[in-house]
T-cell receptor, first 116, second 112 residues
Framework: GAGVSQTPSNKVTEKGKYVELRCDPISGHTALYWYRQSLGQGPEFLIYFQGTGAADDSGLPNDRFFAVRPEGSVSTLKIQRTERGDSAVYLC??????????????FGPGTRLTVL | KQEVTQIPAALSVPEGENLVLNCSFT??????LQWFRQDPGKGLTSLLLIQSSQREQTSGRLNASLDKSSGRSTLYIAASQPGDSATYLCAVKDNYGQNFVFGPGTRLSVLP
């Protein structure tokens, strides 16, 4: 079926506003990852979901960042009181259940967030 | 804390050349290593995944090797083509968690 999709592709907001970024993983993939990529850098891990639960949120930079995956499929990354330093490309990836040893990640095209 | 570096940061070669991209990691207790390519303004495309028990993986003109003990992986591209121009990133998953740690990438330009 389709690959990982992310919406919106671009988001411009003002400092202090709230934003939501959406990720639709590949059907059947129970593992979902969020990353943040700044210009010229590799992606930086934010949070990992296994099913509905956040199994590892150690990469979230502070409590302004939060992510949910209520039904174990679509995930939303939420950023409160945005700051200019939050400007980056936010990438989502999914993979098959790690318990099966299938760790290959498939990435979406990303959401480019610009905070003015 | 795992750190991943990639050398060179950028590489420009004429079409047809064979080339090697390097990836180094500081903690050898890895579960696997994955190579990706990223085109400008796009997401990442998976190229090869090497499990920690493997020494290499091949796909078409690409060959990736893994030497865990020395903390190194190489991506070999044979007979390079202009369409290979992209940024190549390596990422390692260690044994402690579920996240991948990425290198900064090597920006490859293959000139026609």
């Amino acid at each position: 079926g389709a690959g990982v999709s992310q919406t919106p592709s671009n988001k411009v907001t003002e400092k202090g506003k709230y934003v939501e970024l959406r990720c639709d993983p590949i059907s059947g993939h129970t593992a979902l990852y969020w990353y943040r990529q700044s210009l010229g850098q590799g992606p930086e891990f934010l949070i990992y979901f296994q099913g509905t639960g956040a199994a590892d949120d150690s990469g979230l930079p502070n409590d302004r960042f939060f992510a949910v995956r209520p039904e174990g499929s679509v995930s939303t990354l939420k950023i409160q009181r945005t700051e200019r330093g939050d400007s980056a490309v936010y990438l989502c990836a999914s993979s098959l259940d790690p318990g099966q040893g299938a760790y290959e990640q498939f990435f979406g095209p990303g959401t480019r967030l610009t905070v003015l | 804390k795992q750190e991943v570096t990639q050398i060179p940061a950028a590489l420009s070669v004429p079409e047809g050349e064979n080339l090697v991209l390097n990836c180094s990691f500081t903690d050898s207790a890895i579960y696997n290593l994955q190579w990706f390519r990223q085109d400008p303004g796009k997401g990442l495309t998976s190229l090869l995944l090497i499990q920690s028990s493997q020494r290499e993986q091949t796909s078409g003109r690409l060959n990736a090797s893994l030497d865990k003990s020395s903390g190194r992986s190489t991506l070999y591209i044979a007979a390079s083509q202009p369409g290979d121009s992209a940024t190549y990133l390596c990422a390692v998953k260690d044994n402690y968690g579920q996240n991948f740690v990425f290198g900064p990438g090597t920006r490859l330009s293959v000139l026609p």
